[in-house]
């Protein structure tokens, strides 16, 4: 492993577990392994998303090594100044099928992104311009692992705001430092009056605002549980009276957030493991509901749902919306931000960067600003 590693141009200490590792030298470590088989196709899938500039640049230094010993390398990534980099052709896929494969060097930038977008603006059924105050301001937010390095937030009653970026922009931690979920390094949240530079779950809540995380299983629910434990997870105290649980109060209030999301299970006491995954995001929202927020901080909330759900959903937002709530979504679909968005703001490296109010706005638009250096 070690003459590899050496044959390659890197330096690993080969006495530490995969664990202590940095996300660089765990790349590294998995492409010696698959040159210790003498691999003759190696797959990177956005193998620079989590990396620096400096980390990234090592990295293309291997895949040159590489590509000059032999090894055939197919690239994934949504950063087009590594395809023009690094590729000799470039595949564009788009909703699932593959548009075309052409020369790299018979493309430009602005080709790439039309070919990856149809570019014609998506309009919404129903969509505000009419707005309330500010509900939640976040300013020159930054996260203490580095994710974030300057991120905004500012969202008014009744507008749902839509968050895009490409993978590793910081999006989601942005989400994450707003909440109190991820410690924030710099910066400040402003949610319903109350200014924090340190704020927590609890506070969070306590002053109106929810998350919809994007790991359901992983974050929002406990699937040893059943349906009614995981819907009162957050709001249990309002039941409870001199440390006794009002069990009917309870059950009522939970079978309300049931009937009115749809929720299609056997009964309260079902473990919620056992449900589908749209009525499983159905239920994260009726925890969510619970707490009745002015504030849904909502990533990737149609993420491996079914249409009918997905569509549930949008409504569901767009109704909490009208009644005077302020929305932050993000999601990978940018076709989906067009459709449901007031208002578009782009993440790129950490940072916002450009904001427009969703008027025959484009998707070409959008990622043209995401590719932007």
Same mark, same amino acid.
């Given at each position: 492993m070690?003459?590899?590693?050496?044959s390659l141009?890197?330096?690993?200490?080969?006495?530490? #577990?995969?664990?202590?590792?940095?996300?660089?030298?765990?790349?590294?470590?998995?492409?010696?392994?698959?040159q210790?088989?003498e691999?003759?196709?190696?797959?990177l899938?956005?193998?620079?998303?989590?990396?620096?500039?400096?980390?990234?640049?090592r990295?293309?230094?291997?895949?040159r090594t590489?590509?000059?010993k032999? #090894?055939?390398?197919?690239?994934?990534?949504?950063?087009?100044?590594?395809?023009?980099?690094?590729?000799?052709r470039?595949t564009v896929?788009?909703?699932?099928?593959?548009?075309d494969?052409?020369? #790299?060097?018979?493309?430009?930038?602005?080709?790439?992104?039309?070919?990856?977008?149809?570019?014609?603006?998506?309009?919404?059924?129903?969509?505000?311009?009419?707005?309330?105050?500010?509900l939640?301001?976040?300013?020159?937010?930054?996260?203490?692992?580095?994710?974030?390095?300057?991120?905004?937030?500012?969202?008014?009653?009744?507008?749902?705001?839509?968050?895009f970026?490409?993978?590793?922009?910081?999006?989601?931690?942005?989400l994450?430092?707003v909440?109190g979920?991820?410690p924030?390094?710099?910066?400040?949240?402003?949610?319903?009056?109350?200014?924090?530079?340190?704020?927590?779950p609890?506070?969070?809540?306590?002053n109106g605002?929810?998350?919809?995380c994007?790991?359901?299983?992983?974050?929002?629910?406990?699937?040893?549980?059943?349906?009614?434990?995981?819907?009162?997870?957050?709001?249990?105290?309002?039941?409870?009276?001199?440390?006794?649980?009002?069990?009917?109060?309870?059950?009522?209030?939970?079978?309300t957030?049931?009937?009115?999301?749809?929720?299609?299970?056997?009964?309260?006491?079902?473990?919620?493991?056992e449900?589908?995954?749209?009525?499983?995001q159905?239920a994260?929202?009726?925890?969510?509901m619970?707490?009745?927020?002015?504030?849904f901080?909502?990533?990737e909330? #149609?993420?491996?749902?079914?249409?009918?759900?997905?569509?549930?959903?949008?409504?569901l937002?767009?109704?909490?919306?009208?009644?005077?709530?302020?929305v932050?979504?993000?999601?990978?679909?940018l076709?989906?931000?067009?459709?449901?968005?007031?208002?578009?703001?782009?993440?790129r490296?950490?940072?916002?960067?450009?904001?427009?109010?969703?008027?025959n706005?484009?998707?070409?638009?959008?990622?043209?600003?995401?590719?932007?250096?």
């Amino acid at each position: 492993m070690r003459s590899v590693a050496e044959s390659l141009g890197l330096e690993l200490d080969l006495r530490k #577990t995969a664990a202590e590792l940095s996300p660089p030298q765990r790349t590294c470590l998995e492409i010696v392994r698959a040159q210790m088989r003498e691999c003759r196709l190696l797959i990177l899938d956005e193998p620079t998303a989590a990396l620096t500039d400096r980390e990234a640049e090592r990295l293309f230094s291997v895949v040159r090594t590489l590509k000059e010993k032999g #090894t055939a390398i197919l690239y994934v990534t949504h950063r087009l100044d590594e395809i023009f980099r690094l590729t000799d052709r470039v595949t564009v896929l788009r909703n699932g099928a593959v548009v075309d494969t052409v020369e #790299t060097g018979s493309v430009d930038r602005e080709r790439l992104i039309a070919m990856m977008t149809d570019s014609v603006p998506v309009r919404a059924a129903s969509r505000r311009r009419n707005f309330g105050g500010v509900l939640l301001a976040a300013r020159d937010v930054a996260s203490r692992d580095g994710s974030v390095l300057s991120g905004e937030l500012c969202v008014r009653s009744g507008e749902i705001l839509g968050l895009f970026g490409l993978g590793g922009s910081g999006r989601t931690e942005l989400l994450e430092c707003v909440y109190g979920y991820r410690p924030m390094s710099a910066g400040t949240v402003e949610l319903s009056g109350v200014t924090q530079t340190r704020p927590t779950p609890a506070s969070s809540l306590q002053n109106g605002m929810a998350l919809i995380c994007e790991d359901r299983r992983g974050k929002a629910l406990i699937g040893n549980l059943d349906v009614r434990d995981n819907i009162l997870l957050t709001s249990i105290d309002r039941f409870t009276i001199g440390g006794v649980l009002h069990r009917k109060a309870e059950d009522a209030a939970v079978r309300t957030q049931i009937d009115a999301l749809q929720i299609k299970l056997a009964g309260m006491g079902q473990r919620i493991a056992e449900l589908s995954g749209g009525n499983q995001q159905k239920a994260v929202f009726a925890r969510a509901m619970m707490t009745s927020p002015k504030v849904f901080l909502c990533d990737e909330p #149609t993420q491996a749902v079914d249409v009918l759900t997905r569509d549930e959903i949008h409504r569901l937002l767009r109704q909490k919306a009208d009644e005077g709530c302020g929305v932050v979504f993000v999601s990978s679909e940018l076709s989906e931000l067009l459709e449901v968005a007031d208002t578009i703001q782009v993440m790129r490296r950490g940072c916002t960067v450009r904001r427009w109010e969703n008027e025959n706005l484009t998707a070409q638009q959008v990622l043209s600003c995401c590719y932007e250096t």
